[in-house]
């Protein structure tokens, strides 16, 4: 019996992006991309407390820094 292979999709850096990846989610595909090193991501923000401001982003993770 063998397994269904999955395609593997492999684009550059200028296809990184976050709507770039939301619109390929439901695509049956694994996706390997390449970024920049001094690309910055954030990660999903904390659960908004009912005071002030919610925020956006939650800690930075960048890519050039390994203890990040």
Do not use: W
């Not at 200028?14 to 595909?29: K, M, Q």
């Not at 390449?34 to 925020?55: D, H, I, M, Q, T």
């Amino acid at each position: 019996m063998r397994k269904p292979v999955r395609p593997i999709a492999t684009y550059d850096s200028e296809y990184g992006s976050a709507a770039f990846v939301n619109l390929t989610e439901d695509i049956p595909a694994d996706l390997l991309m390449r970024l920049r090193p001094n690309r910055c991501l954030y990660k999903a923000p904390e659960a908004y407390s009912g005071c002030g401001r919610p925020c956006k982003h939650g800690d930075k993770f960048q890519l050039a820094k390994a203890d990040s």
